[in-house]
């Protein structure tokens, strides 16, 4: 096979050179404006590249394809490398373009398309191939881990050409503190690529996807992603939720105690003041609540809640103040109402007759259609004048005689002021009389 192979390369070899011959000697002024023209090729490593040399101003002269290794691919439209991966796709005095499927890197170099005039003209068309980069894969993570702890995940992928760029996202957004580090394979053509992420976890970063994205100018825009989802295990956290903001004496109150932790925290336990909660009839606890049934004042204290998980025990704590009723008067027993039909009925009394009949019409607003009975309003003003009279004549007498205590002296008390001896103050106190009848006094 390889001999015969040799032996078509040879043919077209003598062929394109007897016809180039043939072309110096009749054609040598016509050849000077022709000019093989071809362009640079890019391709996926698997795809199909396509080899186009044209000329403008032929006058029918031979073109020619050969690969980096000189060998002849295509002269005009007959094959001369028995490749089934290359194929002509068109071929005439202008244009010879031949297609090369399913590309790998060893395809990579420089073509070289020849049109054969004196001399003989070239193009080179350099075929570039491009190493698709590997699924990354994400290696570091060991579930699960604990809150505080230090994670450390590193993202690989092999086999791009040019180096792939790796980033790193978590919760869509774009970590940039990361190690990278390129390497070369062993073909020395491609390249391995890693990323490393650091960073300290916590509890919010339990359930949070963390993404491993590859870009690479062979993927047209459609990124390679690796992810892993992290399970982070921590502490309970516990808070205590009141049924209403202001408990009252009577009422119900249900305080819901709160947990979040993972793993997902055992039953919680209630105690009130360091202790078991004292009245278990009243206080019942359903899961994570605490029904106080008929609130009163020896519910008041310090309420616990504790839950636990294999991590670790958190706590919080509930002062219960119960607050007392707020009294509400009914209509029958408002005051001030049965105070102004007091003081009416007072100085409908005192004044007039004709106001009497005003105050007797007042009645008690509780009072029923059509029911008789005493003027309860009417009794009561009567009492509170006769107590008003009364304190006021208690009040005029003691005053009267406030001011005259000590005025009234007996006739020997009055005669004894100058006498030296008793029988001259009864003698003074004889003649003093005389002058006493004409002195009246008048007492109330």
């Not at 202001?246 to 249900?254: A, M, R, S």
């Amino acid at each position: 096979m390889i001999w015969k192979r040799s032996a078509v390369l040879r043919f077209y070899s003598v062929c394109g050179l007897l016809l180039q011959a043939a072309a110096s000697k009749n054609k040598v002024k016509g050849s000077q404006g022709q000019f093989p023209l071809t362009q640079n090729v890019t391709v996926v490593e698997g795809g199909t590249a396509i080899l186009t040399c044209r000329v403008d101003q032929n006058d029918n002269t031979s073109l020619q394809w050969s690969n980096p290794a000189q060998q002849t691919l295509y002269f005009d439209d007959k094959k001369a490398l028995r490749d089934n991966r290359i194929e002509l796709v068109r071929a005439s005095w202008h244009e010879l373009s031949i297609s090369v499927s399913d590309v790998s890197l060893s395809d990579e170099g420089q073509y070289t398309c020849s049109l054969f005039t004196m001399p003989v003209k070239t193009s080179k068309a350099y075929l570039t191939v491009l190493g698709v980069p590997e699924k990354p894969q994400i290696s570091g993570f060991s579930s699960p881990v604990m809150e505080g702890d230090l994670m450390q995940l590193t993202c690989k992928t092999s086999g791009s050409k040019p180096a792939a760029d790796i980033r790193w996202f978590k919760n869509d957004k774009e970590i940039k503190d990361v190690k990278y580090l390129k390497e070369e394979d062993a073909n020395r053509k491609t390249f391995t690529v890693s990323s490393t992420l650091d960073f300290r976890v916590d509890r919010s970063d339990d359930g949070v996807t963390v993404i491993c994205r590859v870009d690479h100018e062979s993927l047209n825009a459609t990124p390679q992603v690796a992810m892993q989802v992290l399970e982070i295990h921590y502490t309970p956290s516990v808070k205590i939720i009141p049924s209403t903001p202001f408990p009252q004496e009577g009422q119900p109150l249900i305080l819901t105690c709160e947990s979040k932790g993972k793993p997902l925290p055992e039953p919680v336990l209630w105690t009130k003041d360091g202790g078991e909660l004292p009245d278990p009839d009243r206080m019942v606890v359903s899961g994570r609540e605490l029904n106080i049934l008929f609130l009163n004042k020896t519910d008041n204290g310090t309420y616990r809640c504790e839950a636990t998980n294999t991590i670790g025990q958190s706590s919080a704590e509930y002062v219960l103040i119960v607050h007392d009723v707020p009294n509400t008067l009914l209509p029958t027993t408002i005051i001030p109402s049965l105070t102004t039909a007091t003081v009416t009925t007072t100085v409908a009394i005192t004044t007039s007759p004709t106001t009497s009949a005003t105050a007797s019409s007042i009645r008690d607003p509780n009072a029923l259609a059509g029911q008789t009975g005493p003027d309860h309003a009417l009794i009561g003003g009567i009492v509170a004048v006769v107590v008003f009279v009364t304190l006021c004549s208690i009040f005029l007498l003691g005053r009267y005689l406030a001011r005259h205590k000590g005025t009234y002296l007996t006739n020997e008390a009055k005669g004894a002021e100058d006498a030296p001896d008793a029988d001259t103050a009864i003698i003074n106190a004889e003649g003093s009389q005389v002058n006493a009848e004409e002195k009246k006094e008048y007492f109330i």
